[in-house]
């Protein structure tokens, strides 16, 4: 059987962030899409982010966990395990917000990305919004 290449990777850092990287991991899980590869790079934890990538390596493309240069460092390792079409970087603490990954999307266009304006209200954001600079965090 042939292995089909990952439509998307989607890359996770984290340091010392076991409950925050739990959230992100399952939000990634919820997309129930076989073409979606996480790779999880850990600058070498100590409060059990290495015991929660083990007990979850099945849902795990690629993770390692080591000292690193920082968090550009982490993600720059991350891309180099990387082999989907796409790349998302996606950090510990970060979630998907419902069911944004699936077959047919239009990777072209940009994900909403839903953020607090500057009286807290949530909104998203718009391609207009471009006008203004970069809205965009990594993420969108």
Known sequence: ???????????????????ALRRTLDSV??????AI????????????????????????ALWRSERDE????????GL????GEFVLFLNSGDTLSGKVLFPGQDP??????KVLDFWGKPRF????????????CHQG
């Open 70 to 77: 920082g968090i550009y460092d982490a993600m720059n390792k």
């Open 108 to 113: 072209s266009r940009l994900l909403p990305v």
């Open 29 to 34: 899980r919820a997309q129930n899409w076989g």
């Open 1 to 19: 059987m042939a292995l089909v290449r990952p439509f998307v990777s989607v890359v996770t850092v984290t340091y010392n962030a076991a409950e």
């Open 80 to 83: 180099a395990g990387a082999s």
């Open 37 to 60: 590869e996480h790779i999880v790079i850990d600058g070498g934890s100590d409060d059990g982010t290495v015991d929660l990538l083990a007990a979850r390596d099945r849902e795990i």
């Open 125 to 136: 954001l718009h391609l207009r919004d471009l006008r203004l600079g970069m809205p965009y």
